[in-house]
């Protein structure tokens, strides 16, 4: 059982797609594109143009069509919604916008959480003894997925535009500025975490910051938790144990998320 290719390939997708509602026959193509524009070639950095990452274009035809053809899903309330923008003015959203939207969730949603299953399968592979707690006991699951959100974000990093000077530790960081805030070592931070370079489901769950803080909180978070509980509950009732097969695992070529394009177990019944 491959974690990535039988579960993280799949369960995301097939979830953004039922909310926004994108074929099932289009599914895997947007799948495809998503993981395209977070590839890095070998050797080269990943190229920084917005165009790159948030390029609608490929949902141009859906969004038309799904314009003459409403129905019961998100795009068709996003295309009806009214809202006051920020000059004051009651619109809706534009057909850009909608485009981006589409891009965004699609690949956000697919890849981000198709990695935390990745994670999931080596983490607690690695943790036999922590494995055995979750296959007694259920009621660990949505702990062990808080644990694991932190131990090993799919997305270690984000970056940010400084609107107005700010002062860190006596430093000043002047308006204009990028910054990258490493995530992954704030879940680290012994101040806050007792022990945090040790994987464990029993941690008091909470303060991790995979998903944010803030105006920038992820907006697709409480999705991704549900994902991850259900999907670890269901490969549980049919799977209590596995061993990684890291002899064959495939590491993602990404400088974005971080995680696995193969994750293959052998499992016991």
Not at 28 to 55: C, I, M, Q, T
Not at 142 to 156: C, D, V
Request: proline share 7%.
């Amino acid at each position: 059982f491959d974690f990535v290719q039988d579960l993280g390939a799949e369960l995301p997708m097939r979830t953004i797609g039922m909310l926004v509602g994108i074929p099932d026959s289009d599914q895997p193509s947007v799948r495809a594109h998503a993981h395209a524009v977070l590839r890095n070639k070998p050797g080269e950095p990943l190229p920084v143009k917005k165009d790159h990452y948030f390029d609608g274009d490929m949902f141009g035809d859906y969004l038309a069509w799904r314009t003459k053809n409403p129905s019961d899903d998100l795009i068709t309330e996003l295309l009806n919604v009214e809202f006051d923008d920020e000059t004051g003015a009651t619109r809706r959203l534009s057909t850009q916008e909608l485009l981006i939207f589409l891009a965004v969730v699609a690949g956000a949603g697919v890849e981000t959480t198709g990695r935390l299953f990745g994670w999931m399968g080596k983490v607690l592979g690695e943790n036999p003894d922590q494995l055995a707690d979750l296959a007694a006991n259920a009621a660990l699951v949505p702990n062990a997925i808080e644990e694991l959100l932190r131990y090993e974000p799919p997305g270690p990093h984000v970056a940010r535009w400084v609107a107005e000077d700010v002062e860190f530790h006596g430093q000043t960081i002047p308006a204009g500025s990028a910054l990258l805030l490493m995530l992954a070592s704030a879940n680290r931070d012994e101040r806050h975490f007792t022990d945090p370079d040790r994987f464990d489901i029993h941690r008091r769950p909470g303060g991790h910051l995979t998903f944010g803080r803030g105006a920038h909180f992820c907006l697709g978070a409480p999705l991704a938790r549900l994902e991850g509980r259900v999907a670890l509950e269901e490969v549980l009732k049919r799977f209590p144990s596995w061993e990684v097969d890291m002899a064959n695992a495939r590491r993602s070529r990404t400088s974005t998320v971080r995680g696995w394009d193969s994750m293959p177990t052998v499992v016991g019944a």
